[in-house]
């Protein structure tokens, strides 16, 4: 069974950038899961659906639902037609990651119809991986979606401010009254604590496994949308991430 890592945390504080960085470090091959409907991840990774011709979970299920309501008696059911559609259009697939992305719902109503397919799906799509990756979009509300209920290592960003800490209390609160079931729950600190602040998060008497540095090279990498994968071996964002997971116990690959 897949080894199974969810990274959170509050907007902006740099959840996809630490999971770009950590996969050349996992052990192939990773399925990584981007949760957030705004699709950066894929960007981080240098991975362009549309020109792969892949879709995301929701054009793929929207567009299923569609055509559905001029099939009155179809022969399989939606949701055997989606599971199918997602290990064929929706998996993006690399030697050393494969890559599943939410993606963006563009009507009115919630995501419970793509949610409730990834969390019946994953299980499975997990036998095929040593991990499985999610980044999560911004805050706590994907934490009730419960889509993903046995956590490995639940990897949570920090930034530098009080909020940051209720975050923390409001994340486990959640967590408990959902049922998510969890072996680890881990403090990466983002890009912006100093040694001062960093005091900060070593007093929660939860584990702290340090921060990821600042990295001009992250930041223009980001900005310019070229891959995080290209990022040298040796830069202060990639060597924190390195050093991150083996704090975590993982065998480091690469
Ligand atoms: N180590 C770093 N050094 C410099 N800049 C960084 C670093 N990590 C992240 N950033 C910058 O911080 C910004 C936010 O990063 P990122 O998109 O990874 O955050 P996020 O938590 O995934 O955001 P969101 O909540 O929107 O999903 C980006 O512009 C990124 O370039
Ligand atoms: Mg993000």
Redesign the pocket.
Known sequence: MAHTIVCT?R????????VALIVRYLKPPSLLIDL?P?L?LADMLGVDFREQGKRTVCEALYDVIEKRKSNVSPSITTHELMESLLWSDCLYERPSFDLITLGTKFTEGCLCAPDNLLRKTIPKLAKNYANVVV?S??GVEHLNRNIVSNINDLFV?CDPSEKSLKHLARIKEIIKQVGTGYNHFYLVG??EFDEETEAYLQNTGEIYLGK?????H??EY??EGKTLLALPQDSP?SLSAKRILAKAGYQIVS
Not at 11 to 18: D, E, H, I, N
């Open positions: 945390g907007g902006g504080v740099g959840k996809s950038t630490f957030d705004d950066s980044d979009p911004a960003l983002s890009y990821i540095d600042y990295d001009a992250v930041e980001n900005f964002a």
